[in-house]
């Protein structure tokens, strides 16, 4: 299949995946609980002739198609909505009250439902492996599927993102790390209570947690190199019982982003050491929990430069971007790339009149994007399938 029978193949299906992805918008589902929206999947596929898996990782899906006993080449695709209550006012808005597709995973479903439908008419000497995976934004999903098999037997592995950052139309290509290692800090700090007229009698374990959010975060621009970007955010804080007592006892909870893996693998006792030294100035005792979540997604060069052969060949050399920084967002796709080579691009969204950020209550992407991913990821497969037909030969 040349370029132009692909493009006029994808074009066929276009306003069809598009319908598709507007229903999968109007009924969001939370990470964990994506059942409707794998039902839809699974059926789709299986009309289409794939061979699929259900309830892989709790609610995930896997379709294969072709020879699967040399290689099969991945694709992985996220399904889960947010917590967010949707101020868009499109006509297919979410349906679910306070639960919206705010990071473009029902582009993602779309875009993967349209490659399966253009791999299934060519004759590959390779598998192909979709995998539909939940829980993507609780960082949950990909270890779910992966102990359930799901990438056995997998060669390489490929991801896509929505980014409005960038226009429709254009992609972005990333060596090397694409996104920040993530993990979850808890900090219970101990106070003593006391009057609020006479605050020196006992020790303040609010004014102590003020000291700890502003102190580590002047800790890092001091202690850590800046060429590896640290960002440290207390999303949530709780202690305090009445407005004239001293509160003895506050809970912050917050999230840790960093790029270097070394780093990442140490900063929990870096900030145990300074979170406890913060408090002890103040009088105070500190617990400090720091969980890791996921590692960042370091994309594989070769796979990584089949992706940008393959964007430069559908779109143009002009509309493929060679990103120079990592986002420090998280991604869990990184957990597949712990053990097959793999790389994720980024899928420009943004229309004329822009696009508001991921997770926004606005987050409003433009729909052509869907076949721009599609003709991206139909092409890497295809030259992932070459290279490695090239390779058993030899």
């Known amino acids: 299949m040349n370029k132009d029978q692909l493009f006029k193949k994808i074009e066929s299906f276009d306003d069809e995946l598009i319908n598709l992805r507007r229903h999968i918008h109007a009924h969001p589902e939370l990470s964990g609980l994506e059942n409707q929206t794998a039902i839809l999947i699974s059926g789709y596929l299986k009309n289409i002739g794939w061979n699929v898996t259900e309830s892989i990782g709790r609610t995930g899906v896997i379709a294969d198609f072709g020879p699967l006993d040399k290689g099969i080449i991945g694709?992985?695709?996220?399904?889960?909505?947010?917590?967010?209550?949707?101020?868009?006012?499109?006509?297919?808005?979410?349906?679910?009250?306070?639960?919206?597709?705010?990071?473009?995973?029902?582009?993602?479903?779309?875009?993967?439902?349209?490659?399966?439908?253009?791999?299934?008419?060519?004759?590959?000497?390779?598998?192909?492996?979709?995998?539909?995976?939940?829980?993507?934004?609780?960082?949950?999903?990909?270890?779910?599927m992966i102990k359930d098999g799901a990438t056995d037997g997998l060669t390489n592995i490929l991801g896509v993102h929505v980014y409005p950052d960038l226009a429709v139309g254009t992609i972005g290509i990333k060596e090397g790390s694409l996104t920040a290692a993530a993990g979850e800090l808890k900090v219970e700090i101990k106070g003593k209570s006391g009057h609020g007229a006479r605050p020196y009698e006992g020790v303040d374990a609010i004014w102590t947690a003020s000291k700890v959010i502003s102190g580590i975060q002047e800790l890092i621009t001091r202690q850590l190199d800046p060429l590896d970007p640290v960002v440290i955010t207390f999303g949530k804080i709780n202690g305090g019982n009445a407005f004239n007592v001293l509160a003895e006892k506050v809970n912050l909870v917050g999230t840790v982003r960093c790029t270097n893996l070394k780093l990442f693998k140490n900063i929990g006792n870096w900030l145990n050491q300074n979170i406890s030294s913060i408090a002890k100035s103040c009088g105070a005792d500190a617990?400090?929990?720091?969980?890791?979540?996921?590692?960042?997604?370091?994309?594989?060069?070769?796979?990584?430069?089949?992706?940008?052969?393959s964007g430069i060949k559908v779109l143009g050399q002009e509309n493929v971007i060679e990103l120079q920084k990592p986002s420090l967002g998280a991604e869990d796709f990184a957990e597949f790339l712990n053990d097959i080579p793999?790389?994720?691009?980024?899928?420009?969204?943004?229309?004329?009149?822009?696009?508001?950020?991921?997770?926004?209550?606005?987050?409003?992407?433009?729909?052509?994007?869907?076949?721009?991913?599609?003709?991206?990821?139909?092409?890497?497969?295809?030259?992932l399938n070459n290279e490695m037909t090239k390779t058993v030969d030899k």
Do not use: Y
Request: glycine residues 8%; charged residues 25%; proline residues 4%.
């Open 287 to 309: 617990k400090v929990i720091f969980r890791e979540i996921t590692p960042p997604v370091n994309n594989n060069s070769e796979v990584n430069r089949v992706l940008r052969d």
């Open 75 to 144: 694709l992985r695709v996220d399904m889960d909505a947010l917590p967010i209550l949707e101020e868009t006012k499109l006509s297919f808005s979410s349906k679910v009250d306070g639960v919206m597709h705010a990071c473009g995973h029902d582009l993602h479903i779309s875009i993967g439902l349209g490659v399966a439908k253009i791999v299934k008419d060519l004759k590959l000497n390779f598998g192909t492996r979709l995998i539909f995976q939940p829980a993507e934004e609780i960082a949950s999903g990909a270890r779910w």
């Open 342 to 383: 793999g790389a994720m691009f980024r899928l420009g969204v943004s229309s004329s009149k822009g696009c508001a950020p991921l997770h926004s209550s606005k987050f409003d992407p433009d729909e052509g994007a869907i076949a721009v991913g599609i003709k991206v990821i139909t092409q890497s497969i295809v030259e």
